[in-house]
C-alpha cells in the first residue's frame, strides 16, 4: 500500500496532465520525476476498474507508472485522476499515476493515446473476455508494446485469436506456470534427465484447464514430442504435474495448502522447491518487468 | 562430466528456454568453512537463505558447516535459523523452513586436522547421495585469512579439490597485507585450485550501485564520449565513514586505512570508472580491462598523498573519542585512518586527468561517491558578471547512501538581465525504483554458485593493487599521521594536496 494516496479527483480530458502535476506536488514536491512506462488497462466492469486499482497501489512502488484504465461507457468523455506516493528509505518519493477515463468504446482508443508519456513502453492489460470487444482490444493493441491478457478469463482460443494483433503477447496463467516450469526444467539440466523427458509419453496434471493444457503444450513445443495429456481437478491453481516417461516419473507436486510444494525424479530422491501462489498485482507487475515477445508462450500456445 | 559439459548440457535443456528466473541450476553442496563465525551469521546464512526463498539456488542443493564448535545437525539448525531471524532482511517463511532446513548439515572439526578433513569428503559424499548433489561443490573459507593457507593444504591432502563435478573456492579479502604475500597465499592456494576455480569476493563489486557504474557507462550511448582526458578536468573517489574502528581495533592496527579500503574497494571503483569498455559482460573481459587500467596507474606516492589519524571532535552531534583513546588502541598508534592521494593514469583515456581518492574513518558523513568533474567551457561569450557563480559541470555517481546520479550544469536564472547558475539535477534510484535491493552477499553467492567469475577479482588484479599500494604503505611506517578533528573531512594536508593543482574536494 502507498505512503501517500490522493483522493480521485474529476477533471476533463485536457485537465488530466494539469491535475496530475497538482497531484504529484503536494507536500512532497521534486523536480525530478521518474516514470517507466505506461500501462493501459481495459476494465469491462467496476470489479475490473478496483482490481485494478488495488493492483497499482502494490506494483506503482517498484515500477513508477502511467495508468490509463479504459472503461467503455454511455456518455461524454469523463477523467478521474488520483495519485499514489511512496517514500523510500532514503525520503526519495516514488510516484504512480492513475487516470480512469470513461467514454464510448470508439473515442477510448483516441482519449488513451493523447494521455500517453511519449517515449516509454506501452503495456495494454486486458481483463475479462474478449467477445464484442475485439475491435477495441484491436485499436488499443495497435499503440501497445505489450498486450497482456488472462486466458482463464478469455478462453485459449480467443488468446490464440488476437495473438497477431501485437508484436508480443502474454497470457496471465503462463506467468503462473512460471514455478512449475521452472520445477520440471531442474531434471532436465543433467543429461540423463533431458534424456529420459526426451522419451516422455504423457502428461498428467491436476488444475486448471488452460493452464494444465498449457503445461501439456509447453512440454510438446519444448521436447518436439507427441504427448498425451490427462486432466483432472478442479482448483483454481495447479496442484500437480507428472511427466510419465520410459525412463520412469518425473513429479511436481504441492505440499499441503502453502507454497512448498517437492519434486522427485526417477531416482526417487525428493527436493523441497517453491510453489507460490502469487496474487494479481504480482503476476501483472512480473510481467511489466519484461518487454518484447515470448516465443516459447507463442510456441506453447499452439501447441496447447 | 566437466564444467564446460554440464554447463553445454544446461544451455542446450530446452526446457530452460524464456525462463527468467536467474537461478543456479547446477546440483551443489556449499561448504562454509568457519560455519559459526561472525560473518557466516551476519552475512552468509541470510543470504543462502534468500536464495532459497527466491527460489534461485539449485533445485538440488545442500549446505554443509564446518567448524570447531561440535554440534550435530539439528543443533546446527537451530544455530542457522538463529542467525537468519536476527539478520535477515526477509522474515523466516514456517512454511518453508523444514524443507530448508533439511538441506543443511554440520561437520565439526579443527582447520588443522587432516582425519576431519577426510571425514568431511565422507559426510559430503552422504550429502551428495541424500540431495543428489552430484559431487559438484563450493567451499566459502569463512575464517581469518590466517587459516587460509592451512585450510587448502588439508583440502588438497584430503582430495576435496578433486571431488567427482564441479569445485571453486570462495575466500574473503584480505588476500594477503602486502605484494609478496598475496603472492605467497596465490602460490598456495593454487596448489590444489587452479585460477579459474578461485572467486576472491570483494563484497563492494557486489553492491547494485557499483554494478550500475557498468550499465550507467556502457548502456548510455551520451556519456562515453566525453568520458576522457579531453572533457574531464578530473576525478574525485570518495569513500567516507562517519564510525570509528569500533570493535575491529586489533585488525585495524594491523591493517590501516590504506589496507582496509584503498588497496580493495577505492581501487575496483577506480577500476570501474577508468576501465575501457569490456567485449563482454563475462569474467575474463571485464577483468582484462580492470587489470589494464591499474595497470596503466602510478603506484601511490609519498609527495602526492597525505595521511591522518581521527582525533576528538562531533560527529552527528556527538562527542566521540579520538583513535588513540578507543579501547585495544596503543597511545601511540600511527595507523592511518585517513589517506588522501592523488593518482595519474598513464594511457590515452586518461593522460593528464587525475584521480583524487580520499578514504577514512570518522569523517563528516557516511558516503561513497565518485565525481567526474568536467572542463569548463573553453569560451564564454556571456560578460564576466553573469557567468560570476558558473561551476564546471560534474557528474556524482553515489553509490551509498540515497543511490542515485547527479548532474550539475548551468541555466539562466530568471532576473531581468542574463544571470548564469548553476543547478543540480539529481536522479535516485530509489525514486525509480523503490524495490527490496538484494544483498552483495546474495549476488555473490549465487555468481559463485553459477561459476560466474565477473565480479571476483583475479590474481593478476589483486597482485597489481598491491604494486600500487606498497610504496606507500612502506614509506609510512615511520613518522606520524596528521591528527584530524573527527566528523571533519581530514586534515588540512587534504586540501592542500588539491589546492596546489588548483581544485578542491567537492563537499558529498
Not at chain 2, 542443493?61 to 536476527?86: C, P
Not at chain 2, 585469512?145 to 573456492?169: D, E, K
Not at chain 2, 569500533?246 to 589496507?259: P, Q, S
Request: glycine share 8%.
Amino acid at each position: 500500500m502507498s505512503d501517500r494516496a490522493v483522493a480521485p479527483t474529476p477533471t476533463d480530458l485536457a485537465g488530466v496532465d494539469r491535475e496530475l502535476a497538482r497531484l504529484r506536488g503536494g507536500s512532497h514536491g521534486t523536480n525530478v520525476r521518474a516514470t517507466t512506462l505506461n500501462l493501459v488497462a481495459f476494465a469491462g466492469s467496476d470489479d475490473h476498474v478496483n482490481r485494478i486499482s488495488d493492483a497499482i497501489t502494490t506494483i506503482g512502488s517498484s515500477r513508477p507508472l502511467r495508468a490509463l484504465v479504459a472503461m467503455p461507457t454511455p456518455g461524454p468523455v469523463r477523467a478521474t485522476v488520483s495519485c499514489s506516493s511512496w517514500l523510500g528509505a532514503g525520503g526519495q518519493e516514488v510516484c504512480s499515476e492513475l487516470v480512469l477515463i470513461e467514454a464510448g468504446a470508439a473515442a477510448l482508443p483516441s482519449a488513451v493515446l493523447g494521455l500517453l508519456i511519449p517515449d516509454l513502453p506501452v503495456f495494454l492489460l486486458w481483463q475479462g473476455e474478449i467477445g464484442e470487444r475485439r475491435q477495441l482490444l484491436q485499436q488499443l493493441a495497435g499503440q501497445a508494446t505489450r498486450l497482456l491478457l488472462d486466458s482463464d478469463e478469455c478462453g485459449l482460443e480467443a488468446t490464440a485469436s488476437v495473438s497477431r494483433l501485437t508484436p508480443a503477447l502474454t497470457d496471465l496463467a503462463w506467468t503462473r506456470l512460471i514455478p512449475w516450469r521452472e520445477a520440471l526444467a531442474g531434471f532436465a539440466d543433467s543429461r540423463d534427465g533431458l534424456r529420459a523427458l526426451r522419451r516422455a509419453t504423457a502428461v498428467a496434471a491436476r488444475g486448471p484447464a488452460n493452464e494444465a493444457a498449457l503445461m501439456a503444450g509447453w512440454l510438446r513445443s519444448r521436447l518436439e514430442l507427441h504427448l498425451g495429456l490427462d486432466r483432472s481437478g478442479r482448483g483454481q491453481s495447479m496442484e500437480r504435474v507428472a511427466v510419465q516417461s520410459s525412463g520412469g516419473e518425473f513429479l511436481v507436486e504441492r505440499v499441503g495448502r502453502g507454497s512448498v510444494g517437492r519434486t522427485v525424479g526417477p531416482d526417487g530422491i525428493e527436493h523441497p522447491v517453491m510453489l507460490p501462489h502469487r496474487d494479481w498485482a504480482a503476476l501483472v507487475g512480473a510481467e511489466l518487468d519484461r518487454m518484447g515477445s515470448d516465443r516459447v508462450y507463442e510456441a506453447s500456445l499452439a501447441a496447447a | 562430466m566437466t564444467t564446460a559439459e554440464r554447463r553445454k548440457a544446461r544451455e542446450e535443456n530446452p526446457l530452460r528456454a524464456g525462463l527468467r528466473a536467474g537461478g543456479a541450476t547446477t546440483p551443489t553442496a556449499f561448504v562454509i568453512f568457519g560455519a559459526t563465525g561472525d560473518l557466516a551469521q551476519r552475512k552468509l546464512l541470510p543470504a543462502i537463505y534468500n536464495l532459497a526463498v527466491r527460489g534461485l539456488l539449485p533445485p538440488r542443493f545442500a549446505l554443509v558447516g564446518y567448524a570447531r564448535t561440535e554440534m550435530t545437525d539439528e543443533q546446527f539448525r537451530a544455530f542457522a535459523r538463529a542467525a537468519i531471524e536476527s539478520h535477515s532482511r526477509t522474515p523466516i517463511d514456517d512454511h518453508f523452513w523444514p524443507a530448508f532446513a533439511s538441506r543443511l548439515h554440520y561437520h565439526a572439526g579443527g582447520f588443522d586436522d587432516d582425519a576431519h578433513f577426510h571425514a568431511l569428503a565422507d559426510t559430503l559424499e552422504q550429502v551428495d547421495a541424500e540431495h543428489g548433489t552430484e559431487g559438484n561443490r563450493v567451499y566459502y573459507l569463512s575464517t581469518p585469512s590466517s587459516f587460509f593457507p592451512v585450510i587448502v593444504q588439508r583440502m588438497g591432502a584430503a582430495r576435496l579439490n578433486r571431488p567427482p563435478g564441479s569445485v571453486r573456492v570462495v575466500i574473503e579479502k584480505p588476500f594477503g597485507h602486502d605484494l609478496q604475500s598475496a603472492r605467497e597465499l596465490a602460490e598456495i592456494v593454487h596448489r590444489p585450485f587452479r585460477e579459474r576455480q578461485i572467486y576472491r569476493i570483494d563484497h563492494y563489486l557486489g553492491k547494485e550501485t557499483v554494478q550500475n557504474i557498468f550499465a550507467f557507462r556502457f548502456a548510455n550511448a551520451i556519456f562515453e564520449p566525453v568520458w576522457n582526458h579531453r572533457y574531464v578536468d578530473h576525478v574525485q573517489i570518495t569513500v567516507a565513514e562517519s564510525i570509528g574502528v569500533e570493535h575491529r581495533a586489533v585488525f585495524y592496527e594491523e591493517t590501516g586505512v590504506v589496507r582496509d579500503i584503498v588497496q580493495n574497494h577505492l581501487l575496483q571503483v577506480l577500476a570501474l570508472v577508468g576501465m575501457e569498455p569490456p567485449a563482454a559482460f563475462d569474467a575474463d573481459s571485464v577483468r582484462d580491462e580492470k587489470t589494464k587500467v591499474l595497470r596503466a596507474t602510478r603506484p601511490l606516492s609519498l609527495e602526492n598523498a597525505v595521511r591522518g589519524q581521527y582525533g576528538a571532535g562531533y560527529v552527528a552531534g556527538e562527542e566521540v573519542a579520538p583513535y588513540t583513546d578507543e579501547p585495544q588502541v596503543p597511545a601511540d598508534s600511527v595507523t592511518s585512518t585517513f589517506m588522501a592521494a592523488k593518482l595519474d593514469i598513464d594511457n590515452w583515456r586518461w593522460a593528464g586527468t587525475p584521480f583524487y581518492i580520499r578514504a577514512g574513518k570518522r569523517l563528516a558523513k557516511r558516503v561513497t561517491e565518485v565525481a567526474v568533474q568536467f572542463k569548463r567551457p573553453p569560451h564564454l561569450p556571456f560578460s564576466s558578471d553573469a557567468a560570476e557563480y558558473l561551476e564546471a559541470n560534474s557528474l556524482v555517481l553515489r553509490i551509498q547512501p540515497d543511490e542515485g546520479i547527479s548532474l550539475r550544469f548551468g541555466a539562466k536564472a530568471p532576473a531581468p538581465t542574463l544571470v548564469i547558475r548553476s543547478v543540480n539535477m539529481d536522479f535516485l534510484y530509489g525514486s525509480s525504483f523503490l524495490t527490496d535491493v538484494p544483498d552483495a552477499y546474495e549476488t555473490l553467492i549465487l555468481d559463485a554458485i553459477r561459476g560466474d567469475g565477473t565480479l571476483f577479482t583475479r590474481q593478476d588484479g589483486v597482485e597489481r593493487a598491491w604494486e600500487l599500494c606498497d610504496p606507500l604503505i612502506q614509506q609510512w611506517q615511520v613518522g606520524q599521521p596528521q591528527v584530524y578533528a573527527a566528523g571533519s573531512w581530514g586534515p588540512d594536508a587534504a586540501d592542500d594536496l588539491m589546492a596546489r593543482d588548483g581544485r578542491r574536494w567537492r563537499r558529498p
